[in-house]
Antibody, heavy 124, light 107 residues
Framework: QVQLVESGGGVVQPGRSLRLSCAASGFTFSSYGMHWVRQAPGKGLEWVALIWYDGSDKYYADSVKGRFTLSRDNSKYTLYLQMNSLRAEDTAVYYC?????????????????WGQGTTVTVSS | EMVLTQSPGTLSLSPGERATLSCRASQSVTSSYLAWYQQKPGQAPRLLIYGASRRATGIPDRFSGSGSGTDFTLTISRLEPEDFAVYFCQQYGTSWTFGQGTKVEIK
């Protein structure tokens, strides 16, 4: 079945780095854009970043631009999020999610498959 | 910057009742770019509705979406026990934005 599994979360000190991974299965990974979305404790959802299906284009939220970098390895069905210069406000559950892509030539900009998330805690 | 405001913050209803959730945008939204998600405690969000009114795969027909412009609505016609959760709307304009959520709780 279609599945996304995140890993790499943990406790890290402010200013340090962490790399998250998202392993995909059950669908043709190289055909889909992929997102990261985060959720701070007790809060709502915040979109973080998107990478196109082939890695040729990437988009970031202003809150992470210049600190976070998206990449993907389509041969390994894996998405990555390199997080540098981490701050306390980056503390959250990080979800990877699949972009819904095209349906009958329409693009809906929805996120149709989600992983279970990995927790990142930035604290000294 | 686009802001999505959901109301009410909390909706207290009984199983079998109808739930009506609102999502209001600070600017006009292309209907095709409006989605709704359900999130239960400790779980990831699940896509319910996309394109403002299209049900995602496997979503029961008691869930329906409507609206256009700046006002969108998610309706659950008859609440089942498994429907008590938090619901988020999401739009795409220049980036993806989520509303703050509406909690549907058991009365």
């Amino acid at each position: 079945q279609v599945q996304l599994v995140e890993s790499g979360g943990g406790v890290v000190q402010p200013g340090r780095s962490l790399r998250l991974s998202c392993a995909a299965s059950g669908f043709t990974f190289s055909s889909y854009g992929m997102h990261w979305v985060r959720q701070a404790p007790g809060k709502g959802l915040e979109w973080v970043a998107l990478i196109w299906y082939d890695g040729s284009d990437k988009y970031y939220a202003d809150s992470v631009k210049g600190r976070f970098t998206l990449s993907r390895d389509n041969s390994k069905y894996t998405l990555y999020l390199q997080m540098n210069s981490l701050r306390a406000e980056d503390t959250a559950v990080y979800y990877c999610a699949r972009d819904s892509g095209y349906e009958n030539y329409y693009y809906y900009y929805a996120l149709d498959v989600w992983g279970q998330g990995t927790t990142v805690t930035v604290s000294s | 910057e686009m802001v999505l405001t959901q109301s009410p913050g909390t909706l207290s209803l009984s199983p079998g009742e109808r739930a009506t959730l609102s999502c209001r945008a600070s600017q006009s939204v292309t209907s095709s770019y409006l989605a709704w998600y359900q999130q239960k405690p400790g779980q990831a969000p699940r896509l319910l509705i996309y394109g403002a009114s299209r049900r995602a795969t496997g979503i029961p027909d008691r869930f329906s979406g409507s609206g256009s412009g700046t006002d969108f609505t998610l309706t659950i016609s008859r609440l089942e026990p498994e429907d008590f959760a938090v619901y988020f709307c999401q739009q795409y304009g220049t980036s993806w934005t989520f509303g703050q959520g509406t909690k549907v709780e058991i009365k």
